[in-house]
């Protein structure tokens, strides 16, 4: 995974979601989790941001929270073992500082 300035992008957007054109109406909308399909309300659901979807039409993807969780910790996992700097120094990366802080933090 390439190094990307997290303070651009935040780390949600940095978890790679399922192909959007695969996804049910509900899930591109928000009111299904993206990866288990768990119906989603206000107070389970985690933002995912605003992606580009088939077509170039605007999905708006969420997630529960257990699967956000793993989704950062598999994204961990990746970026540490591709990431010139995780290699050189894993404490000075901050892609790899803000996936584990999500994977910590995300409200269960």
Known sequence: MPAVDTADVGPLALLPLPSASALPETQRRGAACVWC???LTIE???DL???SGPGGVKIFPR????CVRAA???TYGVHADTCEQCVDNPI?????RALRR?????RR
């Open 37 to 39: 399909q768990t119906r």
């Open 102 to 106: 999500l994977a910590l933090e995300v």
């Open 72 to 74: 950062a910790l598999r």
């Open 49 to 51: 941001g605003e992606r």
């Open 63 to 66: 997630g529960c929270p257990d």
């Open 92 to 96: 000075l990366c901050d892609t790899r």
């Open 44 to 46: 389970t659901a985690v």
